[in-house]
């Protein structure tokens, strides 16, 4: 992918969770591998009031920007948080929970690095 042809709602949501201290940010490009959305980011919290922070001001930055309203699931939990920004779809996780499921490896196929602490 070139500088041209950047995802300006890719960009605001890894701007956003680099903001907000999200942990151990993954980027999956899913365009040609799934039809759910172009893109899968998978970051970390360290509590779960961490995730559940980052998880609403990531969606009122989304809607604000102009790409309409995110679909939240898990918030009230906040143990795994999926945000559904359309062609963006963010999971967040407390690491004991994001380990166990390790989505990286497999929605990756072959592409991510290993969840620390589950190689």
Avoid at 3 to 31: M, R
Avoid at 95 to 106: A, C, G, T
């Amino acid at each position: 992918m070139t500088k041209a042809d950047t995802d300006p709602l890719l960009d605001l949501v890894l701007a956003q969770l680099d903001a907000d201290q999200a942990q151990d940010v993954v980027s999956i490009p899913l365009e040609g591998k799934s039809s759910i959305a172009d893109h899968m980011i998978i970051a970390s919290g360290r509590s779960t009031r961490q995730v559940a922070s980052i998880a609403q001001k990531l969606a009122e930055k989304i809607k604000q920007a102009g790409f309409g309203p995110v679909k939240l699931e898990g918030l009230p939990a906040a143990d795994w948080v999926l945000l559904d920004a359309g062609d963006v779809v963010v999971h967040l996780f407390r690491p004991e929970v994001r380990s166990f499921y390790n989505l990286e490896r497999m929605w990756a196929f072959g592409d991510a690095p290993p969840v620390a602490g589950t190689a």
